[in-house]
């Protein structure tokens, strides 16, 4: 069964830093891409940043310069440095290739 985890979120100040974690089993993971959304409460999930199997990366314009999307042999990161309170929301880690799969999401919240 395929299953993505995420983790790592949690309660921060403005302008700290958190780095989120998503391990995927199931799915041969060198050849997916991979990706990070958010979700804030009355809003819709919005693409944060993708990454492809050779390590190509793109960002939301939000967040250019602030995050940074990685992967190693089965685990997506995003470093998320220079936190706003407009960051908070819930991060759902992505897989996609012939099938999409999503994670359950972790709470990011960023408040004083």
């Known amino acids: 069964q395929v299953q993505l985890v995420e983790s790592g979120g949690g309660l921060v100040q403005p302008g700290g830093s958190l780095r989120l974690s998503c391990s995927a089993s199931?799915?041969?993971?060198?050849?997916?891409?991979m990706g990070w959304y958010r979700q804030a409460p009355g809003k819709q999930r919005d693409l944060v940043a993708t990454t492809t199997s050779g390590g190509t990366t793109n960002y939301a314009d939000s967040v250019k310069g602030r995050f940074t999307i990685s992967r190693d042999e089965n685990t997506v990161y995003l470093q998320m440095n220079s936190l706003k309170p407009e960051d908070t929301a819930v991060y759902y880690c992505n897989a996609c290739h012939i099938s999409v799969y999503w994670g359950q999401g972790t709470q990011v919240t960023v408040s004083s």
């Open positions: 199931g799915i041969s993971f060198s050849i997916y891409y």
